[in-house]
T-cell receptor, first 115, second 113 residues
Framework: QQQVKQSPQSLIVQKGGISIINCAYE??????FPWYQQFPGKGPALLIAIRPDVSEKKEGRFTISFNKSAKQFSLHIMDSQPGDSATYFC??????????????FGKGTKLSVIP | NAGVTQTPKFQVLKTGQSMTLQCAQDMNHNSMYWYRQDPGMGLRLIYY???????DKGEVPNGYNVSRLNKREFSLRLESAAPSQTSVYFC????????????FGQGTRLTVV
């Protein structure tokens, strides 16, 4: 069974601090690693994504770090704000065959940014 | 921009009843998906359709059936609802299978009593 393990389950960060969420995977066929952000009562929305040919990708205050040899990737949120309070999911996908596709999600991290 | 629209938003069923969750997307995407979200379990793929005319099982397909009615619409059917199917169901779509952004609907909160 393809798995993506995410930690921590919950995270409390002071406003202005750095939030770090980690994920590890097993399937070396994974070739796309997105992070999704979900607010209560809403569907997940893509935040940032990376492919294994780069080690880091930055978009504003959000950075993905990717370690292919360790099969790990992480999300860093710099200068965390109360508006960042949400549940974050890492995910991974592999094109497992002609026209087939499965996006596997981690179990999620509930981030609370306190003033 | 509607994006991905799911109906209904809320539903209460009695054990053994059947129902169909509807999903439609207006982005001309080829691929569509059904996920369920349970506390502490993340999002688990039930079924997906890589392109019109094809459907495949995901991680947790038991107790569900799907129909890709056309390119826009992908429905999920519960033939005989069970309390274990109490969950929040999300439909999603993406332009191509594999490696592209998936757009999610607002979800259907289903309770089976």
């Amino acid at each position: 069974q393809q798995q993506v393990k995410q930690s921590p389950q919950s995270l409390i960060v002071q406003k202005g601090g750095i939030s770090i969420i980690n994920c590890a995977y097993e399937n070396t066929a994974f070739d796309y690693f997105p992070w999704y952000q979900q607010f209560p009562g809403k569907g997940p929305a893509l935040l940032i994504a990376i492919r294994p040919d780069v080690s880091e990708k930055k978009e504003g205050r959000f950075t993905i770090s990717f370690n292919k040899s360790a099969k790990q990737f992480s999300l860093h949120i710099m200068d965390s704000q109360p508006g960042d309070s949400a549940t974050y999911f890492c995910a991974a996908s592999a094109n497992s065959g002609a026209g087939s596709y499965q996006l596997t999600f981690g179990k999620g991290t509930k981030l609370s940014v306190i003033p | 921009n509607a994006g991905v629209t799911q109906t209904p938003k809320f539903q209460v069923l009695k054990t053994g009843q059947s129902m169909t969750l509807q999903c439609a997307q207006d982005m001309n995407h080829n691929s569509m998906y059904w996920y369920r979200q349970d506390p502490g379990m993340g999002l688990r793929l039930i079924y997906y359709s890589a392109s019109e005319g094809t459907t495949d099982k995901g991680e947790v397909p038991n107790g569900y059936n799907v129909s890709r009615l056309n390119k826009r619409e992908f429905s999920l059917r519960l033939e005989s609802a069970a309390p274990s199917q109490t969950s929040v169901y999300f439909c999603a779509s993406s332009e191509t299978p594999g490696g592209t952004e998936a757009f999610f609907g607002q979800g259907t909160r289903l309770t089976v009593v």
